[in-house]
């Protein structure tokens, strides 16, 4: 899968997003481009074998580097000049963000493009299988030259010296190039070339297309689900079953790839539900059950349990007592290991492995006590439709992060469950079912595992023909492409110089198999059953046929759109209607009022025909008016149309009214009613007569509406003219009344005082031009209302702004909203927020902006005064949000802001006690100020003992902080700030001497002998020269207090660069340690090899404070 970003989106690792590089002032918003990811429906197209090139960029002093962003030298790969674009620190993430860049786009022909499938890698110097490696494919071109990972690895694990990513402060990274010639991909139909058509992809939901088109050639299913109790005033966008049916439907019988949006709604999902990548077995889990439960109490009940679920029996059976325990447990797909396995025999051979439970791991037999056992799984049945998910993602522990597992992996086109004499199958079994399947469809993920693109391979019929589902393309391919292409493992690249006795290059396939559906070959006739219109509701058919036979209505007008113009007719209905409610400014919302399509060549006194059926005002009493756009951005009636004009075709007269040259004719319908409420003829138009709008403003009520139009003269003035609009108003003849010109709203309010004594020429009104008035008031009443006047109303309504306040500690939840105004200040919207929270002080309130992509708040605050006005707190990049986010702080913000805040963990020195402390000092203090502060917050062991601060990291101890140096610069998001007593005798060092780092750690039984995984709090320790380790032992089990009975289980190594080398007690311990002041001495450790038992806690140091994981969810 490709993404690409406006800009980028405060993300977690695990949720990967491919973007074009931007210069980004904040994190990455998903978005994605699906022409990128049709890429891999393209390898049938190839016209030759692809080039391919791998670079290597080694860059030297990486932690000093001050530049923001870096290039690698050019390279060339298909006859095309290619870099790598780095930002060592981030583009503006806390990740490292890498991008491939082509070179010489500036200076490319215009249209240039070209297709790559690349990877990029920072490579694990210490242990290459660790190396971060991440692929995807883009086509290149002038608006997109380079594409990458915004978020591709942590910055805090890139820079732990300890996970090999930075030896010698020297990055290597590695990039892999393939360019690919392709055929125009847009040209292609796949109803056309396959019979079937594809699924649009919404942002991130290929994972969700693989699994829908897999489900939906499930004959069987598509019926039930057809069968589902709909009705035709269900909404598809409410309703899961009507929405799936309309989806299933369309796939049957459209011609063209299906849209998903009405799925996703019904499910309650929101757009950024739609730009999270998620998994394909927990979709298909949590869809299964959501299917399950609206299918009970109808005709299909039971379709999901009689499709997918199997049942199996966990077993434990004694060896030497009769005794068993059995348990029956049902299962809709199953989980079977990748690692270690050679095909999916292998897995299940694993599966219902037997294992021993003896020794220590004895089991507690009702009424026989610990007995030697024998633990195990067993199949009782399998069900029609075998699911079957590969764990090709594992966790791994001395990584602490997920990992792929990219090994070979078989899975036959025929499975036979019922081989070696039924061995998978319990005693309880009906062997009289005959467990042979036959492979349906095959669902791939191309990538790591921070993201990548989900596609499947399909057999509809069964048949020898398979078909790829890739998003919005389908593709005939052959059975090599869905099977052996698809178990991954390694592929070797075929020599550029067979002549040569050149070694092969081999790379790691990321492309393979992640889900297999296998169908009971007994069972197939049944599943693989006809599906036709009678299986479809006939409210459902009426539906979706008016839906199809509308689209294509509308794409017979928009093929036709040249021969016709839209006319837009407003009248003083419309007005009336809109003016107060809909809008305040300008007279009409165009796009609501009554539209015609009419043909260019039809006259256009024709035309008027048509308004006479429509509206009822025959012929010889409508005139109309164009509409003009000011040059203030206004947008105004601005002269009647003449008859000679009239006499002109409709084509004729909209290019003459319209500069822009748009399908739109805008027109004002003049009608004029006598008292008797009949048609009057439209009155003569002179130059010296002005069509004037008039608005009437409450300012008690705090409404504005529209109250007619009036022909006025040129010269003449206001004052004549007052009885009428107190006759329009409903006022009395003789009130006192005031009038405004509205005369601009953009970008900011223009509406000025009308001198009454001055003619309307000389006030510079013309025709179009709008007046709002009011009652007069006086000095005294003014104070009662909010807005007295109309230009403090629109100044109102032009900037009015209802914010959602959230707490910060609960982002997702609205806690109340306040009307406010955009032009407010920092000053003001604070003090309305700490009214609203009943805090005196309005400089305790932080805020910090709402991230209108990722739906978090930014993770930066808002500074003190930071900002001008509201509205600038609420802009975010091109959209403006309505949501902030409040702290109430125990200071006020400007002193904080002042300050450097940090949270030091003091240790304390005879106690196990940890206590965490927040120091706030001003920015320029010194590590000493922190020491002084801490000790009048802390007990000591003693009132002059001396305290130093340490930097623990991945419990590691890798600086002592020097008493001078300055705070400002330290940060304790990634890090853990330790204070502690200095112990005496370190304070008087012999000689001889030496003092050594002492971590604890320990090794997972499935990984790598030479792995450690370090736990708990790391130290120093003095050992003297000549000591044995014996003598140290007892020293650290003084120290740590630890029973002898656990301490004899503790191995003892001395560990340099992760590898341990384990010491017997005659060791002299100080000859390890020879080399005094190496740059990363924490990489040279007395290791304490024991099992952790501190209860685990979620790391969360260095985790953005706003990132979280989201699980599928389906809220309908």
């Not at 702004?801 to 200040?825: C, G, I, N």
């Not at 010194?926 to 991945?954: M, Q, W």
Request: some cysteine; hydrophobic content about 35%; glycine content about 4%.
């Amino acid at each position: 899968m490709t993404m690409m970003t406006p800009p980028p989106l405060e993300q977690q690792e695990d949720e990967e997003i491919l973007v074009p590089h931007q210069e980004l002032t904040e994190g990455p918003q998903p978005m994605e481009v699906l022409s990128a990811e049709t890429a891999n429906a393209l390898e049938s197209q190839q016209v030759e074998d692809p080039p391919t090139f791998k670079y290597r960029w080694t860059i030297e002093n990486f932690s000093r580097l001050n530049a923001k962003k870096l290039y690698s030298d050019i390279f060339y790969v298909g006859g095309y000049k290619w870099r790598v674009l780095m930002f060592p620190k981030g583009n503006n993430v806390d990740h490292l963000s890498m991008y491939l860049d082509v070179a010489d786009s500036a200076t490319l022909p215009y249209g240039w493009s070209r297709f790559a499938q690349f990877s990029l890698a920072i490579v694990n110097q210490v242990h290459g299988k660790y190396t971060i490696r991440k692929d995807t494919q883009h086509q290149f071109n002038g608006r997109e030259s380079d594409w990458g990972f915004t978020s591709f690895m942590s910055l805090s694990e890139l820079y732990d010296p300890s996970r090999g990513y930075l030896v010698n402060d020297t990055c290597v990274i590695e990039a892999e190039v393939t360019v690919r010639k392709v055929i125009d991909y847009w040209s292609y139909d796949s109803k056309k070339e396959t019979g079937y058509v594809g699924l649009k992809n919404q942002g991130a939901t290929c994972y969700m297309n693989s699994l829908l088109q897999t489900l939906y050639h499930i004959p069987y299913f598509r019926k039930a689900v057809y069968h589902m109790p709909t009705t035709e005033n269900d909404m598809p966008s409410g309703s899961i079953p009507l929405a799936l049916q309309s989806l299933f439907y369309k796939l049957q019988y459209s011609d063209n790839s299906v849209a998903t949006k009405e799925l996703t709604k019904s499910f309650g999902w929101d757009t950024y539900d739609s730009f999270m990548q998620h998994d394909v077995q927990e979709l298909n889990r949590v869809l299964c059950e959501k299917l399950e439960d609206k299918m009970k109490g109808t005709v299909v009940e039971g379709t999901i349990q009689h499709l997918f679920e199997g049942h199996h029996m966990n077993y434990i059976e004694c060896i030497n007592v009769d005794y068993k325990s059995t348990r029956k447990e049902s299962f809709y797909d199953l989980q079977l290991d990748v690692k270690g396995c050679r095909d999916v025999y292998a897995s299940f051979d694993k599966y219902v492995e037997v294992e021993r439970l003896e020794g220590d791991n004895k089991y507690q037999a009702e009424n026989h006590g610990l007995q030697d056992a024998k633990k195990g799984v067993l199949f009782i049945d399998f069900p029609p439709v075998l699911q079957l998910q590969l764990k090709r993602f594992e966790y791994d522990f001395m990584r602490d992060t997920m990992v792929k597992i990219n090994d070979r992996y078989e899975f036959p086109l025929q499975l036979d469950l019922d081989r070696g004499n039924g061995k998978y199958l319990s005693p309880d079994a009906d062997r009289r079912v005959r467990n042979l399947y036959t492979l349906h469809s095959v669902l791939v993920h191309s990538g790591g595992v921070h993201g990548g693109h989900y596609y499947a391979f399909i057999r509809p019929t069964l048949s020898d023909q398979w078909f790829k589902f890739d998003d919005e393309r389908v593709t005939k391919e052959d059975a090599k492409k869905a099977l052996e292409e698809q178990y991954g493992g390694e592929e070797e690249l075929p020599q550029t110089n067979p002549g040569f006795n050149n070694s092969p290059f081999k790379f790691t396939k990321y492309s393979n198999a992640y889900m297999l559906v296998y169908i009971r070959e007994s069972d197939k006739e049944k599943i693989m059953c006809d599906v036709d219109e009678k299986d479809i509701a006939e409210h459902l058919r009426i539906r979706l046929k008016k839906e199809q036979e509308e689209k294509e209505h509308k794409k017979k007008e928009k093929a036709e759109a040249h021969l016709y113009t839209i006319i837009k007719v407003a009248r003083n209905e419309d007005l009336i209607e809109q003016i107060g409610k809909e809008i305040f400014f300008d007279l009409v919302d165009h796009d609501k009022v009554r539209a015609f399509r009419i043909q260019k060549q039809l006259p256009f006194n024709h035309f008027k025909e048509d308004v006479f059926k429509e509206f009822g005002i025959p012929v010889q009493f409508q005139r109309f008016w164009l509409w003009a756009k000011r040059q203030n951005h206004t947008y105004r009636p601005n002269r009647p149309l003449t008859p000679q004009e009239e006499a002109q075709s409709v084509g004729q007269l909209r290019e003459v009214s319209n500069k822009t040259h748009n399908a739109e004719l805008k027109l004002l319908l003049e009608v004029e009613i006598g008292p008797d409420l009949h048609f009057l003829p439209p009155p003569p138009k002179t130059k010296e007569d002005i069509l004037l709008f008039f608005k009437l403003y409450d300012p008690e009520k705090e409404n504005l509406r529209f109250v007619g139009r009036l022909f006025v003269k040129a010269l003449g003035k206001p004052s004549e003219i007052l009885s009428k609009l107190n006759e329009l108003a409903e006022f009395p003849p003789n009130e006192e009344i005031d009038l405004y010109e509205e005369i601009k709203f953009e970008p900011n309010v223009m509406c000025e005082h009308i001198d009454m004594r001055m003619s309307f020429k000389s006030s510079q009104l013309e025709d179009g031009d709008i007046i709002c008035y009011q009652k007069s008031l006086t000095s005294a009443n003014r104070n009662q209302f909010r807005y007295p006047d109309v230009p403090s109303f629109l100044e109102y309504v032009r900037n009015r702004q209802v914010v959602h306040f959230r707490s910060l500690e609960k982002p997702k939840e609205d806690d109340f909203s306040l009307e406010l105004s955009k032009l407010f200040t920092y000053d003001d919207v604070v003090e309305r927020v700490a009214r609203q929270l009943g805090v005196d002080d309005s400089s305790k309130i932080r805020l910090t902006s709402h991230n209108c992509y990722s739906q978090q708040p930014k993770p930066q605050p808002i500074k003190y005064r930071g900002v001008d006005h509201l509205l600038d707190m609420l802009v975010h990049y091109n959209q403006t949000s309505d949501i902030l986010y409040y702290e109430i702080l125990d200071i006020p913000l400007p002193e904080l802001q002042g300050l450097k805040t940090l949270k030091v963990a003091f240790h304390h020195a005879t106690k196990e006690e940890v206590a965490i402390h927040t120091i706030r000092l001003p920015k320029n203090s010194t590590v000493a100020d922190v020491i002084n502060d801490l000790k009048t917050k802390v007990e000591l062991s003693r009132p002059d003992a001396e305290v130093r601060l340490l930097e623990v990291f991945y419990h590691k101890i890798y600086k002592i902080f020097p008493p001078g140096e300055k705070i400002e610069n330290i940060n304790d998001q990634y890090w853990t700030l330790r204070a502690e007593e200095i112990p005496e005798e370190e304070k008087i060092l012999g000689l001889h001497d030496r003092m050594i780092h002492v971590y604890h750690f320990t090794r997972d039984s499935n990984q790598n002998q030479m792995q450690v995984q370090n736990f708990g709090e790391p130290f120093f320790l003095v050992i003297k020269e000549g000591e044995t380790l014996a003598d140290i032992k007892i020293r650290i089990q003084t120290k740590l207090q630890v029973l002898d009975d656990e301490f004899s289980k503790w191995k003892f190594a001395f560990i340099s660069l992760g590898r341990p080398e384990y010491l017997q007690d005659s060791d002299i311990v100080s000859n390890r340690f020879q080399r005094r002041d190496i740059y990363g001495a924490w990489e040279q450790y007395l290791g304490l090899e024991h099992s952790d038992t501190a209860p685990k806690k979620a790391y969360t140091t260095n985790q953005n404070r706003h990132t979280f994981e989201k699980p599928v969810k389906i809220y309908n």
